[in-house]
Structure formats: structure tokens, C-alpha cells
């Protein structure tokens, strides 16, 4: 059991360039997030899916897309990178059953540098 | 912007001395949780609390929930270097089911050996 996979673990990027994070989850979870980390800020949530084929807008969306368009899977675009997006970006995911109050678990992060 | 303020944001401890984050919200949660982040690592929940007043203890960590469940405390006695890391308390507002938490800022702990 892999649990949250996130891919790649580190990636510099020019600014404008573009690309995708993916998470990966083998734990059946409906409900994914994407946040971002930065120093001082604690963790930021930037959308969020509450099953296959719904996404939606969450504290810090600008500037990044997503899709859900597998169940186990949930991807962070990035159009157009810029600087303000260096990040370090997490992935979570939780079950829907029982109660509403079941733990995140997170992947490993992305390391992101725009430059 | 952030709505659930954690205090301190950095805490330096002599190992064997006792440790305490503080969260604060602005507005009533339904319940919080807390997670530890180890450095280079990613957060991993500790526990839940759910009940106004609530106290829960894990071996030297005890969690509490306010009365009116707009705060929350951890508590690590006796500190060990393997305390080390960020702590995060997370608060859900409402009856909302798809799970959103804030996070605080996070306490990051250092412990001197």
C-alpha cells in the first residue's frame, strides 16, 4: 500500500513555462486536496475534489488548475509559472466514510522552484 | 487570510523541558486536529478533537479543545529530541462535509540534546 504518491518530488522551472503534479492515491479515498507550504504560512489549500469529476476553488486558487479526471488521481496545473509559486506543494486525501472528521493523509510533497 | 492563528511560531527547548503550541480561531470549529511535520518530511496526524472541553493524551503529548471550541492546546512533557518538527493544528468550520481544514501556521519545535 503506496498510500499518496506524489510525482516528481523536485522540479525547477523557468518562469512561464508550464506543467502538471500529480497524486496518486491507492486507498480509495473520494476526497483529495492540493496545498501549497511556505515558510510561515503553514499549509494553504489551493483546490480540492470531492470525487471523480468535481474539482473546486479552495483558499489560494489563482494561477493553478486541476482535474480529477480518474478517482485515484488528481493533478496540479501550472499554466504559466511564476516566481510567487516556489513551493513546496502537498498532496492529501481522505475517505468519505464515516464520520466528516477522518484524517488527511499526505504524500510526500513537490519541491517547485520558479525561476 | 488566516483565520486560525498558532503561537509560538518557533519554540528552542532543552531536552527533558516541557513544550506548549498554542491555536487560536477566530470563529467556532467543529472540531480540530493536529499533525506533526518532521523536517524534510510531510505532516502526519496526531489526533482529533472533536467536544467542547475535551482532553486527549498521547504517552507525554495532551491535546485540549476549548469550551468554546475557538482553541486548542498541545502540551509535550519532558521533551525528547525526537519531538522535533512543526506542529499543526487544523480546524473544520460548520457541518461542511468535504473536509476542508485551515491549518495554522504550525509551531516549529527545536530540542537540544
Known amino acids: 500500500n503506496a498510500g499518496v504518491t506524489q510525482t516528481p518530488k523536485f522540479r525547477v522551472l523557468k518562469t512561464g513555462q508550464s506543467m502538471t503534479l500529480l497524486c496518486a492515491q491507492d486507498?480509495?479515498?473520494?476526497?483529495m486536496y492540493w496545498y501549497r507550504q511556505d515558510p510561515g504560512m503553514g499549509l494553504r489549500l489551493i483546490h480540492y475534489s470531492v470525487g471523480e469529476g468535481t474539482t473546486a476553488k479552495g483558499e489560494v486558487p489563482d494561477g493553478y488548475n486541476v482535474s480529477r479526471l480518474k478517482k485515484q488521481n488528481f493533478l496540479l496545473g501550472l499554466e504559466s509559472a511564476a516566481p510567487s509559486q516556489t513551493s513546496v506543494y502537498f498532496c492529501a486525501s481522505r475517505p468519505l466514510r464515516g464520520a466528516v472528521n477522518q484524517p488527511q493523509h499526505f504524500g510526500d510533497g513537490t519541491r517547485l522552484s520558479i525561476l | 487570510g488566516q483565520q486560525v492563528m498558532q503561537i509560538p511560531q518557533y519554540q528552542h527547548v532543552q531536552e527533558g523541558e516541557d513544550f506548549t503550541t498554542y491555536c487560536n480561531s477566530s470563529t467556532t470549529l467543529s472540531n480540530i486536529q493536529w499533525y506533526k511535520q518532521r523536517p524534510g518530511g510531510h505532516p502526519v496526524f496526531l489526533i482529533q478533537?472533536?467536544?467542547?472541553?475535551e482532553v486527549k493524551k498521547q504517552k507525554r503529548l495532551t491535546f485540549q479543545f476549548g469550551e468554546a471550541k475557538k482553541n486548542s492546546s498541545l502540551h509535550i512533557t519532558a521533551t525528547q529530541t525526537t519531538d522535533v518538527g512543526t506542529y499543526f493544528c487544523?480546524?473544520?468550520?460548520?457541518?461542511?462535509?468535504?473536509?476542508?481544514?485551515?491549518f495554522g501556521q504550525g509551531t516549529t519545535l527545536q530540542v537540544k540534546p
Open positions: 487544523a480546524g473544520r468550520r460548520g457541518s461542511s462535509n468535504t473536509g476542508k481544514l485551515i
Open positions: 478533537l472533536v467536544k467542547s472541553g
Open positions: 486507498m480509495n479515498h473520494e476526497y
